[in-house]
């Protein structure tokens, strides 16, 4: 299966917070892990944003950041990820004073020996903050692109509702020259129309979420009729109470309508759980079946910019598992 909708700053967990805080010298705000681990009850997108970029005071040096993303691709590949669309928010570390060399090349030199390391084929993609001006990611995506950095996508996060993707025509006409594939959060907290316009006026290949589409049944069809991916985040979902719980989740009304869906975790050091965790619950909770997971795992790697070859042998490992979970 491949992870496409997953944010580096997301995986990083409490214990590697107090650790990098005590390698950097970094006085944290909380007297110790329970008391961290007290805050992550979010009401809202906001509510958990809020915390989310307060933690990475923590990533100061290059090694913060290749550490926290080898953690990441161990516990991802443990849990059955074979290639991964890795997002980072440069944006939100140049803000606080750390050079964008520092935070891009932290990452990438982790992802550049992961299929290596552990079996897992990556690829870097940048999310610009839609709650800052156009101007300032325009301005950041110039740096990468003049530093060859090596991102293959651009994506759209942060604070949606009043952050529509009109406002970011510009940067994602700018990553379309620049031979980028461009992807965007969308129907997280947003309404249906932000997928709309994400697809017609930022031409995104593909939906951070989407789960709001449910509320339009034109949309439903237009996004079935193209098989638009849409990556779903379900155990963020609950936790951001964007569905009220795992149970209300649209998922199962979301693979009957006919979408191609997939299921990722988003930021697993926050939401209660890795891809793996989201496939367990989803399990135990809605019942989902074999052939559905095998089915989402498929629309996983045939939604990602992985080269065709490598697209055609983790299909190849995805029908010899429903072998095996159809002998079994
Ligand atoms: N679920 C999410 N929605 C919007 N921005 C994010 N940044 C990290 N996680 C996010
Ligand atoms: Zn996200």
Redesign the pocket.
């Known amino acids: 299966m491949a992870e496409l909708h997953l944010?580096i700053e997301?995986t990083l967990q409490p214990e590697l917070i107090f650790a990098l805080a005590e390698r950097n010298g970094i006085e944290l705000p909380y007297a110790d892990l329970d008391e961290l681990r007290s805050r992550y009850e979010f009401t809202d997108?906001q509510s958990f944003?809020d915390l989310?970029y307060a933690n990475m005071a923590v990533l100061r040096t290059e090694q913060d950041f290749a550490d926290m993303t080898r953690d990441y691709l161990a516990r991802a590949s443990a849990g059955g990820v074979r290639h991964v669309e890795v997002m980072m928010?440069p944006q939100a570390h140049v803000s606080r004073g750390v050079p964008l060399e520092t935070c891009v090349n932290g990452v990438a030199s982790a992802l550049a020996t992961s299929e290596e390391e552990f079996g897992v084929s990556t690829l870097l993609i940048a999310a610009f903050l839609r709650d800052l001006p156009e101007d300032d990611a325009l301005e950041v995506l110039e740096q990468l692109l003049a530093m060859n950095a090596p991102i293959a996508g651009i994506g759209l996060?942060?604070a949606?509702v009043g952050n529509p993707p009109s406002k970011f025509v510009r940067l994602y006409q700018r990553a379309a020259e620049a031979g980028l594939h461009r992807i965007a959060?969308a129907g997280?907290e947003g309404p249906a129309s932000y997928i709309t316009d994400s697809l017609d006026l930022l031409g995104v290949e593909r939906i951070d979420?989407g789960i709001r589409c449910m509320e339009d049944a034109a949309l439903v069809e237009r996004l079935a009729n193209e098989q638009v991916p849409l990556t779903v985040?379900p155990l963020?979902n609950v936790r951001?109470r964007a569905v009220d719980t795992l149970a209300d989740h649209p998922l199962p009304a979301m693979l009957s309508a006919g979408l191609n869906v997939s299921v990722n975790s988003?930021?697993p050091a926050y939401f209660g759980g890795y891809v793996d965790d989201n496939f367990v619950q989803l399990r135990a909770v809605l019942g989902l079946t074999a052939a559905e997971q095998s089915r989402l795992a498929a629309n996983s790697i045939r939604s990602s910019f992985a080269s065709d070859a490598r697209k055609a042998e983790l299909l190849g490992e995805v029908r010899a598992w429903e072998a095996a979970a159809a002998e079994a």
Do not use: A, F
């Open positions: 944010h997301g997108l944003l989310y928010d996060d942060s949606e959060h997280e979420h985040c963020s951001l988003d930021d």
